[in-house]
């Protein structure tokens, strides 16, 4: 069974540009969850998807966002980038919170750098 | 405040020896506390969750309300142990947020 599948694993882009990072979660989960890993910061909480729906975001500013599409894969986009958006951005899927569950299956990553 | 500290960003010991990486949380409510692994070149997992009480690769961990803490411990820590390991909290399922530590990396030498 395939893990949860991110792309593309490296970007780079400048000041002001705008990165779209895509997440295939595993089959049969709903819910997809997006977390920043920048340098010295740890993971931190960006936004939690379930059943196309955002039902949680972080302490992040409006120009991180994203959806979720009716198969349950989703997108993260950043607008106007800045430097210390510079970070690693790891996906990660569950089954649908309403099930209880809430076990996260992580994926390997998109290195986003901003130039 | 929610948080997780883990007090460590280093932790080194020899092949054989116990090992204990310290997790302390703050949560007013009944939190879920998890332990993730992370090793070479290898993706963020899931180690063990406190409320399955289990043992995964030798390793245990117990919730201790009273101090607020979730250290996880092994007795006899071996080469392959060697990793970055994160502690983190949910608070609630309604949020969906996991709220994790800084990170120790454990390196187990020969």
């Known amino acids: 069974e395939a893990g949860v599948t991110q792309s593309p694993t490296h970007l780079i882009k400048t000041r002001g540009q705008q990165a779209t990072l895509r997440c295939s979660p595993i089959?049969?989960?709903?819910?997809v969850y997006w977390y920043q890993q920048a340098l010295g910061l740890g993971l931190q909480f960006l936004l939690w998807y379930d059943e196309g729906e955002e039902r949680n975001r972080g302490n992040f500013p409006p120009r991180f966002s994203g959806r979720q599409f009716p198969n349950y894969s989703s997108e993260l986009n950043v607008n106007a980038l800045e430097l210390e958006d510079s970070a690693l951005y790891l996906c990660a899927s569950s089954l649908s919170l309403a099930s209880g569950a809430n076990v996260l299956t992580f994926g390997a990553g998109s290195r986003l750098t901003v130039l | 405040a929610q948080r997780v500290t883990q007090p460590e960003k280093l932790l080194s010991v020899f092949k054989g020896a116990p090992v204990e990486l310290k997790c302390n949380y703050s949560?007013?409510?009944?939190?879920?506390l998890f332990w993730y692994v992370q090793y070479s070149r290898q993706r963020l997992q899931l180690l063990l969750r406190h409320i399955s009480r289990e043992s995964i690769k030798g390793f245990t961990a117990d919730l201790n309300k009273g101090e607020t803490s979730f250290h996880l411990k092994k007795p006899f820590a071996q080469e392959e142990d060697s990793a970055m390991y994160y502690c983190a909290l949910s608070g609630s399922s309604n949020t969906g947020k996991l709220i994790f530590g800084q990170g120790t990396t454990l390196q187990v030498k020969p």
């Open positions: 949560y007013s409510g009944s939190p879920e």
């Open positions: 089959s049969g989960h709903t819910s």
